[in-house]
Structure formats: C-alpha cells, structure tokens
C-alpha cells in the first residue's frame, strides 16, 4: 500500500467517523453533502480532524471546494507538498 492509499483510506475513516457511516460506505467522489446530508458543522469536524492527524493547516478558502474525499485529499496533498 502506498502513502497514496494510506491517506485515501484515512480520510475515509475520518469521515465515516464523523458521518456516523461504515468505512465501506464512503465512495470517495461522492459529495459529501448531496450523498451523506453532511452539512457544514460536520465539514469543520473533518477539517479539524485531518489537520490533526496530518498535521496541517488546511487553507478556509479552499475548503467549500472539498466536498468530497477525494478533494480532502487534494487538499491534503497540496498543503502536505
């Protein structure tokens, strides 16, 4: 598994965790809002949580933009380069 897969599969526990949904669940392109009813407290709680777990500052003006896990991780890869 590379670091690539270990992100992608963190970010989607983070986010089952917060939705309250199984891991297996979580499709990684699905909008998080139109998909799993998130809404924009539990956006913050992801944020705060992966800026946690990787130890990064994750910009606010980028986040409306990630709805989804797979735009956390581009995110999260950009922040982490």
Do not use: C, W
């Amino acid at each position: 598994m590379n670091s690539t897969d270990h992100s992608i599969l963190g970010l989607r526990a983070i986010v089952a965790e917060i939705l309250a949904l199984g891991v297996e669940e979580i499709d990684d392109r699905a909008d998080l809002f139109e998909e799993y009813q998130a809404d924009s407290l539990n956006l913050i709680e992801i944020v705060a949580q992966v800026e946690k777990q990787y130890r990064v500052a994750l910009p606010l003006e980028e986040l409306p933009g990630a709805r989804s896990v797979f735009a956390l991780h581009e995110l999260l890869t950009r922040q982490a380069a």
